[in-house]
């Protein structure tokens, strides 16, 4: 039925096409430009029907089975069909059973096509015969843009051969290779090609095992004074989190960044970089001039190479990074307190990163300082530390005059009623923070009692997280009178909060009033049915 329906779309337009001339009133129906059919059990018996369908096709342009239990014969009509088709665009057939047999005949039809932009070729069982024969397709075709092969069993002989392909492709764009079996010798394969290639702008390798060797190949290319070696100048984002990288590959890439000036993303997080590693990167960011986004989390780096990247976000020296991740790598107070100094000083920054890095209040002291003269950080993620009621007192000093901030995320930080008090207060003041997370912390109903003061006169906040504290009936109440002052909140959480029929109630009873609330969660509390 469906293969009917797009038989049926191509005919519909031929004849509407030929009938235009003889009847100006009548209008020519839309084409069907996208077909949506994932994880509809179609099998091979569906794809080949498809396939027949899409030969002579002129109006789909993309078509998306991933998910679908296609195998090969599937794959095979599907191939046939690109090979005559000069019109679809995208074929997305992730999650599937193609095999390398499936990979090859797609890759045959690669060679005679010329009008397919992005092929998704993810969790298919491709192992090396299939990836060769994917990369002998590239250097022929002309026109595929993005082609994912995330989630395969790809090896390095499949990584060759798909490097091999950088230097005569042109159009190749992104190449998603993450989750898949290349070690050092695919990856220095692929660094060496890589300073042969001018088109590719977006490269994925995270989940495979380069380390530092295949990671220092790959920052080869992206240096531009390497004697002897072709230098890359397309790329501009490069993904090799979780390869078992550590301080050697990172010290590599570190050099590299020096002399780059087209990378914008380095993503780094779950290798093993440590604190020199981290320090080398720093070091680099005091003159690149085009890394926007930075992510080392769960690099071990502590303190020490936490010190080493503030200091070159400083305004010394011009940083352009916007977004920092640094979750997961103890930097502990005396790094938080490096990052406070940068941040009062930077105009770069708008998105950092720090959950679970053992900050107390100290750290947390520094930031909340940086608050009062920062003017560019719009996001501030400080989640699972150990920031407590004094920490939460400082970070609400900043807010109080703090004009950018729109999202603050605390949870899991032991802060308590006086810590939201402080945070309360800054909300009164505060005309920007738009997203306020204080999730699993220690808030009573005495801390839900002020925050609700301060609810009634926001005009700025659109979401609070409160779930997993123990506001009670009482707090409940406190905040369900603001609900029917505040005119801007629209998601509140609640859930599990010791709150019963008596809260409940008293929420319900203002609800009326609130117009603009659109998300009430209330889960894993007490209430029955008087309530509900």
């Known amino acids: 039925t469906l293969a009917h329906t797009i038989c049926s779309s ?3 337009s031929s004849s509407s096409s030929s009938s235009s001339s003889s009847s100006s009133s009548s209008t020519a129906p839309a084409p069907n430009t996208g077909m949506d059919l994932h994880a509809k059990h179609i099998g091979n018996a569906g794809a080949i029907a498809l396939g027949l369908a899409l030969k002579n096709n002129t109006d789909i342009r993309m078509l998306k089975l991933y998910d679908n239990q296609i195998a090969a014969p599937g794959a095979i ?12 665009q995208e074929l997305a057939l992730g999650g599937n059973q193609l095999s390398d047999v499936g990979a090859v005949v797609l890759a045959r039809a690669l060679e005679r096509n010329t009008t397919l932009l992005d092929l998704e070729l993810r969790q298919n069982q491709i192992r090396d015969d299939g990836a060769v024969a994917l990369g002998n397709a590239l250097k022929i075709n002309a026109g595929l843009q993005t082609l994912h092969l995330h989630s395969n069993k790809i090896g390095d002989v499949g990584a060759a051969a798909l490097a091999a392909a950088f230097e005569a492709n042109k159009t190749l764009k992104v190449l998603t290779l993450n989750s898949n079996c290349i070690g050092r010798e695919g990856a220095i394969a692929i660094g060496q090609a890589l300073g042969k290639n001018t088109a590719l702008k977006e490269l994925t390798l995270h989940n495979n095992k380069i380390d530092d060797a295949g990671a220092a190949a790959i920052a080869q290319s992206l240096s531009s004074s390497s004697a002897g070696v072709d230098s890359n100048s397309s790329l501009t984002s490069l993904t090799l989190n979780d390869n078992r990288i550590g301080k050697d590959g990172a010290i590599a890439l570190g050099t590299a960044l020096q002399q780059n000036s087209t990378l914008e993303t380095l993503q780094l997080h779950c290798n093993t970089i440590g604190a020199d590693g981290a320090a080398a990167i720093g070091e680099a960011l005091k003159t690149n001039k085009t890394i926007q986004t930075l992510t080392v989390n769960s690099n071990q780096i502590n303190h020490k190479g936490a010190t080493a990247i503030a200091e070159a976000l400083g305004a010394d020296h011009h940083s352009v990074v916007v977004t920092l991740n640094l979750n997961s790598n103890r930097i502990g107070d005396s790094g938080a307190t490096a990052l406070g100094t940068a941040l009062s000083t930077n105009k770069s920054l708008q998105a950092v990163q720090l959950h679970n890095n053992k900050i107390g209040k100290t750290g947390a002291e520094a930031i909340g300082t940086a608050l009062e003269s920062n003017a ?15 920490g939460a007192a400082a970070l609400g000093k900043g807010l109080k005059v703090n004009h950018k901030l729109h999202t603050l995320s605390l949870w899991d930080n032991k802060i308590g009623d006086a810590g939201v008090t402080a945070l309360a207060e800054a909300l009164e003041r505060n005309k920007t923070l738009k997203e306020l997370n204080l999730f699993n912390n220690k808030i009573g109903k005495g801390g839900a009692t002020v925050l609700a003061k301060a609810i009634s006169r926001n005009s700025a906040l659109v979401t609070l997280e409160l779930e997993r504290n123990n506001v009670g009936d009482e707090g409940a109440a406190a905040i369900a009178q603001a609900l029917g002052k505040n005119k801007t909140l629209l998601v509140l959480s609640l859930g599990d909060n010791s709150i019963g029929d008596d809260g409940a109630t008293s929420i319900g009873n203002f609800l009326g009033k609130n117009k603009s609330l659109t998300t009430l969660s209330l889960s894993d509390n007490e209430i029955g049915a008087a309530g509900a």
């Open 10 to 12: 191509s005919s519909s």
């Open 77 to 88: 009509a599907l191939a046939q069909a690109l090979e005559h088709n000069t019109t679809f």
């Open 376 to 390: 560019v950080l719009q996001k501030l993620e400080l989640d699972k530390n150990v920031i407590g009621d004094g």
